[in-house]
Nanobody, 125 residues
Framework: VQLQASGGGLVQPGGSLRLSCSAS????????VAWFRQAPGLEREFVAA????????YYADSAKGRFTISGDNAKTMVFLQMNSVTPEDTAVYYC???????????????????WGQGTQVTVSS
């Protein structure tokens, strides 16, 4: 399984951006797919997750009300719609997936088996 993250770029504060994560080798059916981010000098942190079984979504407090995670009907793509971005959202964003993740590991980056290469998001005027 390979994941590919895309959609990053430079955006002004208050603007919007949509990140995409695609899977090759298998569909996301039955998986948990998450977005993490890592800013320079900081640890990788959880942003949002989608559990395909049941369609449940989870967000970090910093993302609630601004970001939306979703997936396509074919279960080969996951998106992160980022609205009202601030400079504090500047980071490399990674998508991650796992097909046997337990709920208690949802926020734990080391527990995800598959990772995309990361896409840079820079929020600046």
């Amino acid at each position: 399984v390979q994941l590919q993250a895309s959609g990053g770029g430079l955006v002004q504060p208050g603007g919007s951006l949509r990140l995409s994560c695609s899977a090759s080798g298998r569909t996301f059916s039955g998986s948990t797919v998450a977005w993490f981010r890592q800013a320079p000098g900081l640890e990788r942190e959880f942003v949002a997750a989608l559990r395909w079984r049941g369609g449940y979504t989870y967000y970090a407090d910093s993302a609630k009300g601004r970001f939306t995670i979703s997936g396509d009907n074919a279960k080969t793509m996951v998106f992160l719609q980022m609205n009202s971005v601030t400079p504090e959202d500047t980071a490399v964003y990674y998508c991650a997936a796992d097909w046997s993740l337990i709920l208690s590991s949802l926020y734990s980056a080391p527990d995800y088996d598959y990772w995309g290469q990361g896409t840079q998001v820079t929020v600046s005027s």
